[in-house]
């Protein structure tokens, strides 16, 4: 991995382009995956899986909620698949992308994540005008491939870590806040396993999320602290 590969395949064109691409593969470490080479022209689009039905001991939701897009800082708050090898420097996997800004491509999945949990009565994207009773802000802290042993030649584990604050509407008081982390480790030396562990790890996440906003939004409600207008 080098930001030189990318930079230096971003400004050739036609056969410039793909002689570059193969020069850069030829001392390219292992990890940066065979897909990444099916398409010298355009990268490999990935997206993500939401989490399934919720446990069956969450009461279902009467009320109704709005998911705000994450926060999340530059580093992340892009289509780029960011890895890292410390904690003060991060760079991306050549050649490859999320299919959306990761805090849109999130805020979509964590909207089917609800969904799919089978206990809530409306749940949609803060765009959409939908008179909330509650309203979920996120944080997203992080969301890559990271390096742990030393001289390592493949990521090691993916880290996904998001802060919830759940927001009572009309008054906008915070009800709660929690937060949700895992981190997986990568079984296998292609890229594809990379996004196998960013998909586990956001699964376990979303779960997580989910369930303990669906239960705090219950014990709110029926407090008497829903919308009351």
Aim: with cysteine; aromatic share 8%.
């Amino acid at each position: 991995m080098s930001g030189r590969w990318t930079t230096a395949i971003g400004l050739a064109t036609g056969k410039a382009r793909r002689a570059l691409l193969a020069a850069a593969l030829l001392g390219a470490p292992l990890w940066l995956g065979a897909c990444a080479v099916l398409d010298p022209t355009a990268p490999n689009l990935y997206t993500l899986t939401p989490s399934g039905p919720a446990d069956l001991s969450v009461p279902r939701a009467d009320w109704q909620l709005l998911v705000e897009t994450p926060v999340a800082g530059a580093g992340i708050d892009t289509p780029r698949i960011a890895v890292t090898r410390g904690v003060t420097a991060i760079d991306y996997f050549a050649d490859v992308s999320w299919a959306d800004r990761v805090p849109n491509l999130l805020q979509g999945l964590i909207v089917q994540s609800f969904e799919n949990s089978g206990r809530i009565v409306a749940v949609g994207r803060d765009t959409v005008g939908l008179r909330a009773d509650f309203v979920l802000k996120t944080d997203l802290r992080d969301f890559q491939a990271e390096f742990v042993t030393a001289n390592a030649t493949f990521p090691d584990r993916v880290h996904v870590r998001i802060a919830a604050k759940l927001v009572s509407m009309p008054r906008r008081t915070i009800e709660a806040g929690e937060t949700f982390e895992a981190i997986v480790p990568v079984h296998g030396r292609t890229f594809p396993d990379v996004i196998s562990a960013f998909n586990e790890a956001l699964g376990t996440v979303e779960a997580g999320l989910v369930q303990w906003a669906l239960r705090n939004g219950n014990a709110v409600y029926r407090a008497g602290s829903g919308r009351t207008g």
